[in-house]
């Protein structure tokens, strides 16, 4: 389905194809929403992750515009984090895809993730 053709369906049917979609497809079609917020939280952490992997900064933090801050924790653990250490070079990527998202989902995050994420990311580097 092309981007015209899914910006002229009604919501309801946006987020019917929306799930029945590949992860790949799914970020497209959710910037071409008419409600990409609704279609973002619809998405458990796990879904969101995968929509997001494969994307470029740009895709990315347009994405993450969109997600809450239960699917932003759990993103920044997976891209963050190898086994048990903060590798600083993927958190200080995870601070540029959020604050190219939007400067306030980087402030909703730092200042509530745990402290000792932040003092380690910023200590690495």
């Given at each position: 389905?092309?981007?015209?053709?899914?910006?002229?369906?009604?919501p309801?049917?946006?987020?019917?194809?929306?799930?029945?979609?590949?992860?790949?497809?799914?970020g497209?079609?959710?910037?071409?929403?008419?409600?990409?917020?609704?279609?973002?939280?619809?998405?458990?952490?796990?879904?969101?992750?995968?929509?997001?992997?494969?994307?470029?900064?740009?895709?990315?933090?347009?994405?993450?515009?969109?997600?809450?801050?239960?699917?932003?924790?759990?993103?920044?653990?997976?891209?963050?984090?190898?086994?048990?250490?903060?590798?600083?070079?993927?958190?200080?990527?995870?601070?540029?895809?959020?604050?190219?998202a939007?400067?306030?989902?980087?402030?909703?995050?730092?200042?509530?993730?745990?402290?000792?994420?932040?003092?380690?990311?910023?200590?690495?580097?």
């Amino acid at each position: 389905m092309n981007h015209e053709e899914f910006e002229g369906l009604n919501p309801e049917e946006q987020e019917r194809i929306f799930h029945q979609t590949s992860f790949k497809e799914k970020g497209d079609l959710l910037l071409h929403s008419h409600d990409p917020l609704r279609l973002a939280h619809s998405l458990s952490q796990e879904e969101l992750y995968l929509v997001t992997r494969e994307m470029d900064l740009e895709e990315r933090s347009e994405v993450i515009r969109y997600a809450n801050l239960p699917q932003l924790f759990f993103i920044a653990d997976i891209d963050c984090w190898k086994k048990d250490r903060l590798n600083p070079k993927r958190f200080l990527e995870w601070i540029e895809i959020l604050k190219v998202a939007d400067e306030e989902r980087l402030l909703a995050w730092l200042v509530n993730v745990d402290y000792e994420t932040v003092v380690a990311g910023f200590k690495g580097l």
